[in-house]
């Protein structure tokens, strides 16, 4: 099992930038991908990007390529979310979640609690 807990949400003026970060407690970390979605209130939660386990297999959801970069440090059981070019449609809550350990990243079976993005223009 693995706790997920994010940080690095906040308010920033569209064009700026932000650093999301997961911190992961458990031994199954480094073996398991990574990923971050997004919600805003009545809509589904969305998939925005994730990360296999050893940091070379990427994926992005086509709104966010070019502006968004996932990277993971095993050794220190976090994954980072790096945000640039903010739009105010980027403004949702960011999960961290957990998936497996194969070539299909899921299933997402652990969530943190959540940060919240908000982008003014």
């Known amino acids: 099992q693995v706790q997920l807990v994010e940080s690095g949400g906040g308010l920033v003026q569209a064009g700026g930038s932000l650093r999301l970060s997961c911190a992961a407690s458990g031994r199954s970390f480094s073996s398991r991908a990574m990923g971050w979605f997004r919600q805003v209130p009545g809509k589904e939660r969305e998939f925005v990007t994730a990360?296999?386990?050893?940091?070379?297999?990427?994926r992005y959801a086509d709104s966010v390529k070019g502006r968004f970069t996932i990277s993971r440090d095993n050794a220190k059981n976090t994954v980072y979310l790096q945000i640039n070019s903010l739009k105010p449609e980027d403004t949702a809550v960011y999960y961290c979640?957990?998936?497996?350990?194969?070539?299909?990243?899921?299933?997402?079976?652990?969530w943190g609690q959540g940060t919240q993005v908000t982008v003014s223009s």
């Open positions: 990360i296999g386990w050893s940091g070379r297999n990427t």
């Open positions: 979640a957990a998936g497996g350990s194969g070539a299909t990243l899921g299933p997402w079976t652990n």
